[in-house]
């Protein structure tokens, strides 16, 4: 028996220092371990990215993550400026000469348009290893005062609009028989949120299409990363939706606020990229540990879910709550 006493003792060790890994990280273990065992961002070097949103926040800090490693990158976004500044800094920081950039400006609602843009980053690389869908918006209201012209744009945007962009590009990864689709989800898309409805069903959306595509793309050597990062810096509280589909939130997010730096996140991003991983959460307790108990233990988190939402729920109706 002492083998067995062994075994057990091993065991009950290795439980308890996933769980002191977990309560000191800010992303899940598997992605943890990739950062020993696993390939580095470094090993990306020369893959021609498509970064959409790429114009500020975890965009913007994904194509410089990106071209620090050797990546040539396709930089999409509305704010072509912006764009602009982005490719001139990447050449200035030293990351490859400004043939290596190819700004395209994307509206994600101009559906129609996305076959020519992918036909043009086409002629100019010659090819397309990965589409990052990272555009979209957010959202703050709760359910009862929210237009259903907010709905409908949400989806819109954030949903229909990458399975759009993907669609373009798919059968470029399936005539070159390899290819890489990644996608900014979000914590809303696996928990929803007093506050958050429209953004968390956009985002939920793309889980459900996007496993579809995974599993229907291992013929082709297609990869389908989900990353789903928690509360990040960025400009997503200033042009977020709020009840009314005419009306931003306008919301500046303030230096003291608990969130990870768009670099962290893009480092992370990067690193899941490399391993080919499919689903990776990019957040630090207690938000991770929500979605560890999400997982494995739903009913008493939906138990917990319900009590503590009620909570934050009231402060919101009540005008004493954010919406952050």
């Known amino acids: 028996m002492d083998w067995l006493y062994f075994l057990v003792g091993c065991a009950v060790l290795f439980l308890l220092l996933q769980i002191c890994t977990l309560l000191r990280s800010d992303c899940d273990l598997a992605l943890i371990w990739m950062k020993y065992i696993g390939k580095s961002p470094e090993s990306l070097k020369g893959q021609v990215v498509w970064v959409t949103g790429a114009s500020s926040g975890i965009g913007e800090a ?14 999409s976004a509305r704010r072509e400026d912006r764009l602009q500044t982005l490719k001139q800094r990447c050449v200035e920081l030293g990351y490859g000469t400004p043939n290596d950039y190819l700004v395209l400006p994307l509206d994600l609602l101009d559906y129609d348009s996305h076959k020519g843009l992918v036909e043009t980053a086409l002629k100019y690389f010659k090819k397309i290893d990965c589409l990052v869908n990272n555009a979209g918006r957010s959202q703050r209201a ?3 005062k929210t237009s259903f012209a907010v709905d409908q744009q949400m989806l819109a945007v954030n949903t229909l609009g990458s ?7 798919l059968p470029v990864f399936i ?5 890489q689709v990644v996608v900014t989800s979000s914590l809303a898309g696996k928990i929803g949120s007093p506050g958050l409805a429209s953004y968390c069903a956009s985002k939920y959306a793309l889980h459900g299409w996007f496993d579809c595509l995974r599993v229907e793309s ?7 990363t989900v ?6 810096f960025s400009e997503a509280l200033i042009h ?11 919301l500046k997010m303030q230096p003291g606020e608990k969130r990870m730096t768009a670099a962290r996140c893009a480092h992370l991003m990067a690193l899941a990229m490399a391993n080919n991983m499919d689903e990776v959460w990019l ?15 739903p009913s008493i988190f939906h138990w917990l879910a319900k009590r503590f939402g009620q909570k934050r729920l009231k402060k919101i109706l009540e005008g004493i709550g954010d919406l952050h």
């Open 163 to 169: 399975i759009s962009l993907t669609k373009a590009v």
């Open 227 to 232: 990353a789903c990062p928690g509360p990040v």
């Open 240 to 250: 977020a939706f709020t009840e009314d589909p005419n009306k931003n939130l306008g």
């Open 142 to 144: 709760v359910i009862s």
């Open 218 to 224: 291992v013929m082709y050597n297609i990869h389908v």
């Open 62 to 75: 994904l194509a410089l993550k990106l071209a620090s490693a050797g990546c040539r990158l396709v930089l």
């Open 283 to 297: 957040t630090a307790n207690p938000e991770l540990s929500y979605l560890y108990m999400n997982q494995y233990l």
């Open 175 to 179: 005539r070159q028989n390899s290819g």
